[in-house]
């Protein structure tokens, strides 16, 4: 079964701080899709950065890049110069051929003035 | 503007009465699915819809059921809610299905039940 694990439940930093948020995920496939997704306190489910598992360079979004390890299947985010908007619980997710998203349990990030 | 409604926004109930939660999208999208999200566990998909008349199970199905008479509808029904099923529920749609890169799932604002 394909999961999807993020270890960090809560984590906070100053503001204009870097921080990484850390994902793992279980497939045996090779080809799939990876993707950080936003939920601010308004509940809303925003989709921040997503990776092709067959591209190996890096996606970028901004302040936004991921760290994508294919064979550690690592797929950890990193937010450069935090704002306080950035603060919100960060879901990591992943799918592969199937017809639904695989989420992680997601981490509680607060950004701190 | 492109957008997944969902209503109500929240929702308290009392166990046995059956209830609806609408989902409806303007965006003529082929797929759509619910999704439950419950503290430490992510969000886990409840069914999901291909096309017109055609619903599949998800993860979690148990207890719940959709319909897709139209595209841009797909309401989620409990027939019988228990206090289990409290949870903040999503709806979500996308062009084809969400495997595709360029077909993300665009999700509606949730809907927060409460079965007591």
């Known amino acids: 079964a394909q999961t999807v694990t993020q270890s960090q439940p809560e984590m906070s930093v100053q503001e204009a701080e870097t921080v990484t948020l850390s994902c793992t995920y279980d497939?045996?496939?090779?080809?799939?899709?990876l993707f950080w997704y936003k939920q601010p306190p308004s509940r809303q489910m925003i989709l921040v950065i997503r990776?092709?598992?067959?591209?190996?360079q890096n996606a970028t979004e901004n302040r936004f890049s991921v760290n994508f390890q294919k064979a550690a299947k690592s797929f950890s985010l990193k937010i450069s110069d935090s704002q306080l908007g950035d603060t919100a619980m960060y879901f990591c997710a992943f799918i592969q051929g199937a017809q639904k998203l695989v989420f992680g349990q997601g981490t509680r990030l607060t950004i701190n003035p | 503007e492109a957008q997944v409604t969902q209503n109500p926004r929240y929702l308290i109930t009392v166990t046995g009465k059956k209830l609806t939660v609408t989902c409806s999208q303007n965006?003529?999208?082929?797929?759509m699915s619910w999704y439950r999200q419950d503290p430490g566990l992510g969000l886990r998909q409840i069914y999901y819809s291909m096309n017109v008349e055609v619903t599949d199970k998800g993860d979690v199905p148990e207890g719940y059921k959709v319909s897709r008479k139209e595209k841009r509808n797909f309401p989620l029904i409990l027939e019988s809610p228990s206090p289990n099923q409290t949870s903040l529920y999503f709806c979500?749609?996308?062009?084809?299905?969400?495997?595709?890169?360029?077909?993300?799932?665009?999700f509606g604002n949730g809907t927060r039940l409460t079965v007591t």
């Open positions: 965006m003529n999208h082929e797929y």
């Open positions: 990776q092709e598992a067959y591209k190996q």
């Open positions: 497939t045996s496939e090779s080809n799939y899709y």
């Open positions: 979500a749609s996308s062009l084809v299905e969400p495997s595709s890169y360029n077909s993300p799932l665009h």
